[in-house]
């Protein structure tokens, strides 16, 4: 499958990092929908070696990321393509301390070697590039943490799911969400809620665990929905067995991801953050 041609201006392509950086910039502006706040403080350097991008880094600390039905299309379509040439990102790192996903910081460093794709040029006078499936010839390394406050995600989490539950006529009047490590690779979860819908008031509790094995095969079980309340227990038998059944299952995650790209290992760290780091390679 041929990926979409991302725009980058006039031709020719880029002959140094401060031109390729200020391309990305006015190309990230473009493709931000109203959802996004604060591009304009995203850093972002390059360095060219030849066709090569010897390094990009990308720092979006201070950017948030709203929820926006809206994306703007940037692709490129020139009429005909007149340069095909290709090159390789050795190495791009990407950081954030924190950016904002939803009202949620997220603290992210994330770094990948070997992303290849090709410089475009169109017959338009344009000029751009088109992004290249990594294989098992052209893997790609890297690694990559994401962190986020414990507090801060369970006020998150409460947000979205008090609208989606209002949307039904259901008040969510309080939530509590405890993750526990089992390991550095295993996390227990509890959710305990409550709800109202006229005169019905009920605690609601949801439990689930979750663990990641050395062949990194994630395992989703021990899922259950429970309530002391006789009415809203009766309510939810109707739909406890699908989501339990649907919970408890396995996703084998190196299997989910494309040619060239290997999770090597993935951990989870509990405390008053939650952090996830994973490798590939």
Do not use: C, Y
């Not at 996004?36 to 850093?43: D, I």
């Not at 070997?114 to 098992?136: A, H, I, N, T």
């Not at 052209?138 to 406050?149: E, F, L, S």
């Amino acid at each position: 499958m041929t990926s979409p041609l991302l725009p980058l201006g006039p031709a020719p392509r880029p002959a140094t990092g401060d031109d390729l950086a200020a391309r990305i910039r006015a190309l990230g502006a473009r493709a931000a929908g109203p959802g996004v706040v604060g591009l304009e403080r995203a850093r972002v350097t390059t360095e060219l070696d030849g066709a090569d991008v010897a390094s990009a880094a990308l720092d979006l600390t201070g950017v948030a990321f709203g929820v926006s039905q809206h994306r703007p299309e940037v692709t490129w379509s020139p009429a005909a393509v007149t340069s095909r040439v290709p090159g390789t990102v050795r190495r791009l790192r990407v950081d954030a301390h924190p950016l904002t996903a939803v009202d949620l910081p997220v603290d992210v460093t994330a770094e990948a070697e070997g992303l290849r794709f090709v410089w475009v040029e169109g017959s338009d006078g344009q000029v751009g590039f088109e992004p290249l499936d990594p294989d098992d010839a052209h893997p790609v390394a890297g690694h990559a943490r994401v962190a986020v406050p414990r507090a801060g995600l369970v006020a998150t989490v409460h947000g979205l799911l008090a609208v989606s539950l209002q949307s039904q006529g259901i008040q969510l009047s309080d939530l509590d969400v405890q993750v526990d490590s089992r390991g550095p690779r295993a996390a227990g979860l509890r959710i305990d809620a409550k709800i109202r819908k006229g005169f019905l008031s009920a605690a609601v509790t949801a439990t689930a665990s979750a663990s990641v094995d050395d062949a990194m095969v994630l395992a989703v079980g021990d899922v259950q929905i429970s309530s002391g309340n006789p009415l809203v227990a009766a309510m939810l038998g109707a739909v406890r067995g699908r989501v339990e059944a649907a919970g408890n299952r396995k996703i084998d995650l190196a299997a989910a991801l494309p040619q060239g790209v290997r999770l090597s290992d993935v951990r989870l760290d509990v405390g008053e953050e939650l952090v996830i780091t994973a490798r590939l390679g």
